[in-house]
Structure formats: C-alpha cells, structure tokens
C-alpha cells in the first residue's frame, strides 16, 4: 500500500519560490508514475506535472515552465520546485502516484494514492 506525506507549502508572496516535498513509502519496486496536482477553491483537481521510474516528465498546462518535478535517487521523494509565484497559484497542492507509466493526460481519476495536500497560498 502506497504512502503518501507532502510537506513544503506555505504563504509566499508574488515572485517567490517554493519546493514542495513527498515522501513515499510501501512502494513496490515495480514502475510508478508520481505526480503533483493541484485544487484552487472551487475549482476540479488538475495536473501539475507527473514522472515515472523511466524519468518520462509530463507537464500540465498549469505548470507554465516555471515549475519543475523531480525526484531523488532513491525514488522515495518526490520534489516540485516552483518559481515566479503567483497569486493565481494558491491552492491546495497533492502528491498522487499510480503503478505503471506516467501519460500526458495527468488525470487525476487515473491516479490511485493520494497525499493529504499541503497548501500555497501567494499573496
């Protein structure tokens, strides 16, 4: 069973920098697509970028080219470093994973495991 712990959001303000952290455990070794994806308030779930075992990266429409996922060599967390911050930004940020190979749709009904979200909020 896949585990899923965010950390790293906060209150920024406009231009700012942040890195979120997810931390992952009960993975097998077999391949795993992650992936951050975000929720304004009253807005659906949407992707934000997502990698897998074979570092395949695919990149939301939200994700502008300012942010960027990556992951550390253990494949135990999960990182989103996001620059130039705005406003527009602030939202509730998850970590999801899902066994298999990531696609260029970053659907979030594809995605099995979910972290508990952890939130930006830009001002």
């Known amino acids: 069973h896949v585990q899923l712990v965010e950390s790293g959001g906060g209150s920024v303000q406009t231009g700012d920098t942040l890195k979120l952290s997810c931390e992952v455990s009960?993975?097998?070794?077999?391949?795993?697509?992650m992936g951050w994806f975000r929720q304004a308030s009253g807005n659906e779930r949407e992707g934000v970028a997502v990698?897998?075992?074979?570092?395949?990266?695919f990149y939301g429409n939200s994700a502008e080219g300012r942010f960027t996922i990556s992951k550390d060599r253990s494949q135990k967390i999960l990182y989103l470093d996001m620059n130039a911050l705005k406003p527009e930004d602030t939202a509730m940020f998850y970590c999801?994973?899902?066994?298999?190979?990531?696609?260029?749709?970053?659907?979030?009904?594809?995605?099995?495991?979910w972290g508990q979200g952890t939130q930006v909020t830009v001002s």
């Open positions: 999801a994973a899902e066994p298999g190979f990531c696609n260029s749709r970053l659907r979030a009904e594809d995605f099995e495991y």
């Open positions: 009960g993975a097998s070794r077999s391949s795993l697509c």
């Open positions: 990698i897998d075992n074979e570092e395949r990266i």
